[in-house]
């Protein structure tokens, strides 16, 4: 299904929705945001074809997380929410948007130490903040003359558009931590510095 958020809809529509499909019984995935899930809808979810889900995590520095993008969610919860979502049997990968507006090497390492903190997930994808028009951190990139005002994004496969000045990463950094930041994930802390060579 394709939905951002597909469990941030009232918790009778996501049971209704699964009277409903049950009876259509083909398989389906989802994406949508740890905060929304408890073992009880996905318990249900499961029943009734769920199986798999993508979450997104944006942040693993809990002040950016809060302050810029208004996810009021700590990291000890996520890491709670993503064992529960483990416990599930329903397979899951997490999503990655590196690149933000303000994003320094070390929101991006913490990001990393949120990740290596959680278990369960069989994927994990990288992005680039892609600044759609609309929305907030659009207008504070503008804002800070980190993008033109008439610039129109590509995709989040894409470089990055945004014109950084350090300690903030600029579009070769982003680039070279979108192909790094799931082997700095999976290898052990002792490898980081070849990592980053």
């Known amino acids: 299904f394709v939905d951002d958020s597909f469990l941030a809809r009232p918790r009778e529509e996501i049971f209704k929705f699964c009277d409903m499909y049950e009876d259509i019984g083909?398989?389906?995935w989802f994406n949508t945001r740890s905060?929304?899930?408890?073992?009880?809808?996905?318990?249900?979810?499961?029943?009734?074809g769920c199986y798999r889900i993508s979450f997104g995590i944006e942040c693993g520095n809990e002040e950016y997380r809060q302050k810029v993008l208004k996810r009021k969610i700590t990291n000890s919860e996520l890491i709670e929410r993503f064992n529960v979502i483990a416990d599930s049997g329903i397979a899951f990968s997490i999503n990655l948007i590196i690149g933000m507006p303000g994003e320094t090497r070390e929101l991006i390492m913490d990001t990393i130490k949120l990740i290596r903190s959680s278990h369960g997930y069989?994927?994990?994808?990288?992005?680039?903040?892609?600044?759609?028009?609309?929305?907030?951190?659009?207008?504070?990139?503008?804002?800070?003359?980190?993008?033109?005002?008439?610039?129109?994004?590509?995709?989040?496969?894409?470089?990055?558009?945004?014109n950084m000045p350090p300690p903030y990463l600029n579009a070769d950094e982003i680039e070279g931590l979108m192909k790094t930041v799931p082997?700095?994930?999976?290898?052990?802390?002792t490898e980081w510095e070849n990592l980053r060579r």
């Open 26 to 28: 083909l398989p389906f």
């Open 35 to 48: 905060e929304n899930c408890d073992a009880e809808k996905l318990a249900r979810l499961k029943e009734v």
């Open 122 to 162: 069989d994927a994990l994808t990288v992005s680039t903040f892609t600044p759609y028009h609309g929305t907030v951190l659009r207008e504070v990139a503008i804002k800070n003359g980190w993008l033109e005002p008439t610039r129109i994004p590509k995709h989040t496969t894409s470089r990055s558009v945004l």
């Open 183 to 189: 082997l700095y994930c999976y290898f052990p802390e």
